[in-house]
Protein backbone atom coordinates (compact mmCIF):
# COMPACT_ATOMS: atom_id res chain seq x y z
CA UNK A 1 0.00 0.00 0.00
CA UNK A 2 1.17 3.59 -0.89
CA UNK A 3 0.56 6.69 1.20
CA UNK A 4 1.43 10.13 0.70
CA UNK A 5 1.63 12.42 3.88
CA UNK A 6 2.06 16.22 3.53
CA UNK A 7 3.09 18.08 5.71
CA UNK A 8 3.86 22.15 6.22
CA UNK A 9 0.62 23.88 5.72
CA UNK A 10 -0.65 26.68 7.63
CA UNK A 11 -1.74 30.43 8.77
CA UNK A 12 0.52 32.89 6.77
CA UNK A 13 0.22 36.83 5.75
CA UNK A 14 0.08 38.33 2.81
CA UNK A 15 3.65 38.67 1.28
CA UNK A 16 4.65 35.01 3.68
CA UNK A 17 6.39 31.97 2.46
CA UNK A 18 5.23 28.42 3.37
CA UNK A 19 7.29 25.50 2.18
CA UNK A 20 4.79 22.42 1.79
CA UNK A 21 6.72 18.52 1.67
CA UNK A 22 4.92 15.64 1.07
CA UNK A 23 6.62 12.00 1.82
CA UNK A 24 5.45 8.96 -0.32
CA UNK A 25 5.91 5.22 1.47
CA UNK A 26 5.27 1.95 1.10
CA UNK A 27 6.08 -0.51 -1.60
CA UNK A 28 7.72 1.71 -4.10
CA UNK A 29 8.85 0.99 -7.30
CA UNK A 30 9.54 4.28 -9.18
CA UNK A 31 7.68 7.35 -8.73
CA UNK A 32 7.06 8.89 -12.25
CA UNK A 33 5.45 12.95 -12.16
CA UNK A 34 4.71 14.52 -8.28
CA UNK A 35 2.06 17.44 -8.40
CA UNK A 36 0.48 19.22 -5.88
CA UNK A 37 -2.87 20.78 -6.90
CA UNK A 38 -4.68 22.70 -4.92
CA UNK A 39 -9.00 23.65 -4.42
CA UNK A 40 -10.56 26.59 -2.46
CA UNK A 41 -13.69 27.04 -1.26
CA UNK A 42 -16.79 26.67 -4.18
CA UNK A 43 -13.90 25.81 -7.02
CA UNK A 44 -12.55 22.94 -8.77
CA UNK A 45 -9.64 21.47 -8.06
CA UNK A 46 -6.56 23.14 -10.03
CA UNK A 47 -2.73 21.56 -10.94
CA UNK A 48 -0.58 24.09 -8.93
CA UNK A 49 2.86 22.53 -9.87
CA UNK A 50 4.43 19.62 -11.00
CA UNK A 51 7.65 17.97 -11.58
CA UNK A 52 8.88 14.64 -13.33
CA UNK A 53 11.34 12.37 -12.03
CA UNK A 54 14.07 13.89 -14.60
CA UNK A 55 13.20 17.44 -12.76
CA UNK A 56 11.26 18.46 -15.79
CA UNK A 57 8.76 21.33 -14.39
CA UNK A 58 5.27 23.11 -15.14
CA UNK A 59 3.74 25.69 -13.37
CA UNK A 60 0.10 27.11 -13.23
CA UNK A 61 0.16 31.38 -15.07
CA UNK A 62 -0.88 32.20 -11.13
CA UNK A 63 1.87 30.46 -9.48
CA UNK A 64 4.76 31.83 -11.91
CA UNK A 65 7.68 33.05 -10.21
CA UNK A 66 6.45 32.55 -7.00
CA UNK A 67 6.80 29.26 -6.36
CA UNK A 68 9.01 26.66 -6.80
CA UNK A 69 8.69 22.58 -6.77
CA UNK A 70 11.40 20.32 -6.54
CA UNK A 71 11.72 16.43 -5.38
CA UNK A 72 14.11 14.43 -3.40
CA UNK A 73 13.94 10.89 -5.29
CA UNK A 74 15.99 9.18 -2.76
CA UNK A 75 13.73 10.10 -0.19
CA UNK A 76 10.26 10.18 -2.53
CA UNK A 77 9.10 13.22 -1.06
CA UNK A 78 8.39 16.04 -3.17
CA UNK A 79 8.17 19.88 -1.97
CA UNK A 80 6.15 23.59 -3.05
CA UNK A 81 8.19 26.51 -1.97
CA UNK A 82 5.67 29.30 -1.91
CA UNK A 83 6.70 32.83 -1.80
CA UNK A 84 5.00 36.17 -1.98
CA UNK A 85 1.57 34.71 -1.19
CA UNK A 86 -1.11 36.30 -1.68
CA UNK A 87 -5.02 35.96 -0.15
CA UNK A 88 -6.13 34.08 -3.44
CA UNK A 89 -3.67 31.51 -2.62
CA UNK A 90 -5.97 30.69 0.22
CA UNK A 91 -7.11 26.39 -0.25
CA UNK A 92 -6.50 23.09 0.38
CA UNK A 93 -3.20 21.80 -0.79
CA UNK A 94 -2.96 18.44 -2.32
CA UNK A 95 0.14 15.96 -3.46
CA UNK A 96 -0.39 13.92 -6.06
CA UNK A 97 2.19 11.13 -7.35
CA UNK A 98 2.03 8.86 -10.02
CA UNK A 99 3.48 5.61 -8.30
CA UNK A 100 4.77 2.64 -9.40
CA UNK A 101 4.40 -0.46 -7.43
CA UNK A 102 6.09 -2.45 -9.74
CA UNK A 103 6.94 -2.49 -13.71
CA UNK A 104 3.66 -3.17 -15.09
CA UNK A 105 2.77 0.76 -14.29
CA UNK A 106 1.61 3.03 -12.61
CA UNK A 107 -1.42 4.28 -10.61
CA UNK A 108 -1.90 8.18 -9.06
CA UNK A 109 -2.23 8.41 -5.32
CA UNK A 110 -3.40 11.50 -3.51
CA UNK A 111 -2.44 13.10 -0.18
CA UNK A 112 -4.73 13.91 2.31
CA UNK A 113 -4.44 17.64 1.87
CA UNK A 114 -2.97 20.42 4.00
CA UNK A 115 -4.94 23.78 4.02
CA UNK A 116 -3.20 26.99 3.62
CA UNK A 117 -4.63 30.18 4.59
CA UNK A 118 -3.22 33.85 3.54
CA UNK A 119 -4.45 36.78 5.40
CA UNK A 120 -4.51 40.12 3.95
Known amino acids: QVQLVESGGGLVQAGGSLTLSCAASGSIFMINTMGWYRQAPGKQRELVAA???????NYADSVKGRFTISRDNAKNTVYLQMNSLKPEDTAVYYC??????????????WGQGTQVTVSS
Open 96 to 109: NADVWVSRAGGKDY
Open 51 to 57: ITKFSST
